[in-house]
């Protein structure tokens, strides 16, 4: 009985911790807001045979700078503890874990995404985001060196599918 108390009030003190430090986390400065249907029409300019969904109604919009800051400090501590396994936790494995984290510090409404491509080898999965200048950026949440893993998309590549 004791025990199951204890274990309880761990649980509860576990709870209220992650509620502190979720929203202790700073946001990074969202310089403007872009409907939905301008970041559709956006991705659809760039992507037109692409499937693309996005949730939001409203999209607050980072710059690069925000989300290299952001990806310093949250995402590249993560990637650390991660490790490639092809099948298991390969390139789709890591593009929505950095989806999902982004939601949890702090970067949820952005317009940013995951994108399923063909490339000419294989298919690939990467992070995709629109930036303040309405720059379509990838990145590639596998790359743990900061300066590589933005990178315009390739034009070799087919967008197959993004989620936003």
């Not at 789709?92 to 702090?106: E, H, P, Q």
Request: proline share 5%; aromatic share 14%.
């Amino acid at each position: 009985m004791i025990r199951e108390k204890v274990g309880a009030a761990w649980g509860w003190i576990l709870a209220a911790l992650l509620v502190f430090v979720v929203k202790a986390v700073p946001k990074p400065h969202a310089k403007e807001k872009m409907h939905w249907t301008e970041v559709e029409l956006i991705l659809r300019k760039k992507f037109p045979h692409c499937d693309i969904k996005t949730w939001d109604l409203d999209y607050k919009v980072p710059t690069k700078d925000d989300m290299m800051a952001w990806m310093r400090k949250y995402w590249l501590p993560i990637l650390k503890i991660m490790t490639y396994r092809k099948d298991e936790s390969d390139c789709d494995d890591y593009a929505r874990a950095f989806w999902g984290v982004l939601s949890i510090y702090g970067m949820g409404g952005r317009p940013i995404g995951y994108l399923i491509v063909d490339t000419p080898q294989d298919g690939h999965a990467v992070a995709v985001f629109l930036d303040v200048d309405k720059t379509i950026w990838v990145i590639e949440p596998q790359q743990k060196n900061l300066s590589e893993a933005f990178f315009a998309f390739p034009d070799e590549w087919e967008a197959k599918e993004i989620r936003m």
